[in-house]
């Protein structure tokens, strides 16, 4: 089925580890985010890339990079995970340069760091 | 900047019983409106929305109006079924150069009661 896959499912991690979030997307969509969801504070945008080729800081970069490897991947990388990186993480697409269409998102990668 | 407010939860309903859900928006021009919902383990998933002022979205029996004079996009539904409990997020995407970004509010648990 089209759509978002995101890797892995579940990870545990311990402090000061590092990991790599993989994201791929099917739809030909230009656009890519990367959120993160906790408790009472909704999905907080991290990073996002608009196009092949680009990325920029969301509302909370520290911490997390990215890379937009082609036009379907678009990977988030913890250097070194803390405790405050304990969360689910969820990939979205989209068409480009408009939000009209919404988001398609993954089914969301779950994180805990010990 | 852009933001969403929507109303706290939970929420606790009976079957069959009538639901609002509150949402309001502040944002600069004609921003595009959507409500996500989430089943438990989930990823988001479009529910429904509206790109102007005075569109109703629809879906599944919820509806919402895109209220421009009032800032306003509440989420309805008539009657209400279990297989409804869920995360109601309320979002937009602002216009202009921000426009293929969504800004959600943080969520509003649903449970439905047999």
């Known amino acids: 089925n089209a759509g978002v896959t995101q890797t892995p499912k579940f990870q545990v991690l311990k402090t000061g580890q590092s990991m790599t979030l993989q994201c791929a997307q099917d739809m030909n969509h230009n656009s890519m985010y990367w959120y993160r969801q906790d408790p009472g504070m909704g999905l907080r945008l991290i990073y996002y890339?608009?196009?092949?080729?680009?990325?920029d800081k969301g509302e909370v970069p520290n911490g997390y990079n990215v890379s937009r490897l082609n036009k379907r991947e678009f990977s988030l990388r913890l250097e070194s995970a803390a405790p405050s990186q304990t969360s689910v993480y969820f990939c979205a697409s989209s068409e480009a340069g408009t939000g009209v269409h919404g988001y398609t998102f993954g089914s969301g990668t779950r994180l805990t760091v010990v | 900047g852009d933001s969403v407010t929507q109303m706290e939860g939970p929420v606790t309903l009976s079957e069959e019983a009538f639901l609002t859900i509150n949402c309001t928006y502040t944002a600069t021009g004609y921003p595009s409106l959507f409500w996500y919902v989430q089943y438990p383990g989930e990823g988001l998933q479009l529910l429904l929305k509206?790109?102007?002022?005075?569109d109703k979205g629809s879906n599944k029996g919820f509806e919402a109006t895109y209220r421009k004079e009032t800032t306003s996009f509440h989420l309805e539904k008539g009657s209400v079924q279990v297989s409804d409990s869920a995360v109601y997020f309320c979002a937009l995407s602002g216009s202009g150069g921000s426009n293929y970004k969504l800004t959600f509010g943080k969520g509003t648990l649903l449970t439905v009661n047999p």
């Open positions: 890339s608009a196009s092949e080729g680009t990325t």
């Open positions: 509206a790109t102007k002022a005075d």
